[in-house]
């Protein structure tokens, strides 16, 4: 005999040796001795229940969802029964006991009167054109219309063509198919089993199905005795393999694909790396890539393999965790290539913490680190803060134009407006602070915090809540809330004006702070009335807005409360509603249930606190 192990159980080809060593090897055999030596001589220096056992161990430790009958194909002949069980239902004993059986015949003396395979040098489509060759013309014709065909013939089509009946169709079809299995039981069909079992090295685990008929040449050889491929007919020996969307995969395909997603949980892999791990599954190396494309829930971007699950989010996550570096929601939409909105994208990097916006339009991931893009206004404040209470407006341009897409017109703008002022060696200071950063007696203004209808998102920024009516509607300008127009730099006698892609939005303060119509950007919207609007200013004057349709009918409670907040994502309790209707007004996250309602009471949000109960 002058067959490795490895030439008689096709899982060894396919298996990275880096998994087989550590379970298979023995001290009295060479390195890679499963591919090395004969099996005799294997079997001769440690015995043939050794390398049984070490098979057995692999098989339950890589293979445990294959048929034992695709690790050993010659169990298919020995024990056709056992063979379509696997390790994981068998045990290794049993297992080791099966292989070991088939070691043992095959090395066997063989009788001296043993007649020698007859014709091995036939084409091998000659051969299986000789099994069929003897059967009557209906018989082929069950085979080729309903055994082997790509649209296989119904058993009623078949009884009406040969007037019988269905169960005799079926009758038919059965001694078909065991008249082939007791064929390849012969001698005669060494050669195509022999071919069978280097077919399963070949295509491994999983491997595109037009694979097969490009193995070898004579698999598209048309069979004279039934007028079909010879691949159709080798397709059926080939037992073990599932055909699924284009791809026969050994044992299960969902099994398989489940395997590949988990190898891939913890992020990203460089397509080079990924491929080899795919390649430990059992897929060849020249088709993991297209494997990995064919499994839902993964993509290969920028030469990355990445999780690529159906939520926006996750998907802007791995987006960004490809490319490394922060990206503007115009880029992230564009490498995402789907059918998503580039305000859906926006509103989601906002309001997910796991994105930190990093400069005016540049989202990053939170766990990069780093300072967070807060607007002008905030970001002169904060540099004040670590100037020790004041600074230069020229050290505060300087910094906050080296590190963000601001101008320096903007910043200087800034830090002359509302919220500054000069100290006395000419540099500036948060309004209503001392020299030393400590606060100065309290002035009384409404803050925005304080201010009915205005909500703070994640990044800093206040949101003015618009409930739509029919003035809104109609184009008719409508009040602002003191704090909110103070909040955006205004002050009486002020005016602002904000650019949308519809036409400006003045808003003005004279007796007090009123908006501009909206009617166009509502219209946009195709907004309704009892809809909702949240809207706020940019640095650069943009009118950022989001829109929520009025809440569907049956919203529990605590959920319409958060929806006036414009958040509209599950949560699990009424405490989890109120801690972020908490953090949305303004408050830290250890204020309780009271404190929350009392600030709501005093800002005049009785809507939400209606829905709360209070």
Same mark, same amino acid.
């Given at each position: ?13 396919? &298996? ?82 099966? @292989? ?8 066997? !003396? ?6 020698? %395979? ?13 099994? @069929? ?93 039934? /007028?079909? !491929? ?37 992020? !990203? ?20 890539? $297209?494997?990995?494309?064919?499994? %839902? ?31 503007? %929601? ?14 859906? +994208? ?127 509607? $109609? ?40 908006? /501009?119509? +909206? ?10 009335? /009892? ?50 209707? /908490? ?6 996250? &250890? ?24």
């Amino acid at each position: 005999m002058n067959l490795s192990l490895s030439d008689l159980a096709p899982p060894l080809r396919w &298996t990275s040796p880096g998994q087989i060593a550590p379970i298979v090897e023995e001290p009295q055999l060479p390195e890679a001795w499963w591919q090395a030596i004969p099996l005799d001589r294997a079997c001769a220096m440690v015995g043939t229940q050794a390398v049984a056992g070490r098979l057995a161990d692999l098989a339950v430790a890589c293979w445990g969802h294959l048929m034992v009958g695709d690790i050993l194909p010659l169990l298919r002949f020995s024990d056709p029964a056992e063979a379509e069980r696997t390790p994981e239902t068998l045990g290794k004993d049993v297992v080791q006991k099966l @292989f070991s059986g088939v070691f043992e015949r095959l090395l066997e !003396p063989a009788p001296e009167a043993a007649p020698a %395979p007859s014709r091995p040098d036939r084409p091998l489509p000659e051969l299986i054109d000789d099994l @069929f060759g003897a059967l009557d013309d209906r018989q082929r014709a069950i085979a080729r219309d309903r055994l082997y065909a790509a649209q296989r013939a119904t058993l009623d089509e078949l009884a009406q063509r040969f007037s019988v009946t269905r169960e005799r169709i079926r009758q038919i079809e059965r001694d078909l198919r065991d008249h082939v299995e007791a064929w390849l039981g012969k001698p005669d069909a060494s050669a195509l089993v022999a071919h069978v079992s280097w077919l399963r090295g070949r295509l491994g685990s999983a491997v595109p199905a037009d694979d097969l008929q490009a193995a070898v040449p004579w698999h598209r050889t048309e069979l004279r005795s039934l /007028g079909i !491929p010879a691949w159709r007919f080798v397709r059926t020996l080939l037992t073990g393999y599932d055909q699924s969307d284009g791809w026969l995969v050994a044992g299960g395909a969902d099994e398989l694909r489940e395997k590949t997603r988990q190898l891939f949980t913890d992020g !990203p892999r460089p397509l080079g790396e990924a491929v080899s791990m795919v390649a430990q599954l059992g897929v060849r190396e020249d088709v993991a890539e $297209r494997w990995i494309l064919a499994v %839902p829930q993964l993509r290969v971007l920028g030469q990355h393999v990445v999780p690529w699950p159906r939520s926006i989010n996750e998907k802007a996550e791995a987006v960004l965790a490809v490319a490394g570096a922060p990206l503007s %929601p115009e880029e992230i939409q564009e490498r995402i290539g789907e059918d998503y909105s580039l305000v859906g +994208i926006r509103n989601q990097l906002t309001a997910d913490e796991r994105f930190r916006r990093v400069d005016r339009n540049k989202y990053g991931l939170t766990r990069w680190g780093g300072d967070e893009y807060l607007g002008i206004r905030e970001m002169i404040a904060r540099e004040i803060e670590r100037a020790g209470g004041e600074a230069s407006v020229s050290t505060i341009v300087t910094n906050l134009t080296a590190k963000y897409d601001v101008s320096e017109s903007s910043v200087r703008a800034y830090s002359g407006g509302p919220g500054f002022e000069r100290t006395q060696r000419g540099w500036i200071r948060v309004a209503g602070t001392s020299p030393t950063g400590e606060a100065e007696p309290y002035q009384p203004r409404k803050d925005v915090s304080e201010t009915r209808r205005s909500f703070r998102s994640r990044d800093g920024r206040w949101w003015h809540r618009v409930d739509v009516n029919a003035e809104h509607l $109609r184009g008719s300008g409508s009040p602002l809330p003191t704090g909110f127009a103070a909040y955006l730099g205004m002050a009486p006698g002020g005016q602002l004006t904000a650019s949308t892609p519809s036409g400006d939005v003045v808003i003005s303060w004279h007796n007090q702070p009123t908006m /501009g119509s +909206i009617r166009n950007v509502l219209a946009d919207f195709k907004a309704s009335e /009892g809809d909702h609007v949240f809207l706020t200013v940019s640095d650069g004057g943009e009118l950022l807005t989001r829109y929520l349709p009025a809440a569907p009918v049956g919203m529990p409670p605590v959920n319409r409360a958060l929806y006036l907040i414009g958040y509209t994502a599950p949560v699990s309790s009424e405490l989890e509603g109120l801690r972020l209707i /908490g953090a949305r007004i303004g408050m830290p996250d &250890t204020a309780g249930r009271e404190e929350v309602l009392s600030r709501l009471r005093e800002r005049g949000d009785r809507d939400i606190l209606g829905f709360l109960g209070a």
